[in-house]
């Protein structure tokens, strides 16, 4: 005799996809220059380069690169930023 659970009605059939885009979004806008948002996307060779180089340039560079991945970030839909930056593993731009 098999004993198997019957799914429950408002159980997804496919497990959620964990989408960052709105942290990874907000930090990469307000601290891009420490490069924490890569981290948070498990980009870590990505992220210890970008603080790097802020530490270097005092957060000049890695500021405005911070700045526009943020915006990037926070401007394509769930599903293209989820293909493209935790499937994809673009590490830049």
Avoid at 66 to 93: P, S
Wanted: glycine share 14%; proline share 3%; with cysteine.
């Amino acid at each position: 005799m098999e004993n198997t659970k019957p799914e429950a009605w408002n159980t997804p059939s496919t497990p959620r996809q964990e989408n960052k885009k709105v942290v990874a979004g907000i930090l990469a806008i307000l601290l891009g220059g420490l490069g924490i948002h890569k981290f948070i996307l498990g980009y870590t060779q990505e992220g210890i380069i970008q603080l790097v180089i802020g530490i270097v340039s005092c957060g000049a560079i890695s500021g405005l690169i911070g700045l526009i991945e943020g915006i990037i970030y926070l401007t394509k839909t769930d599903e293209e930023f989820y293909q493209t930056y935790q499937v994809g593993k673009k590490g830049w731009f």
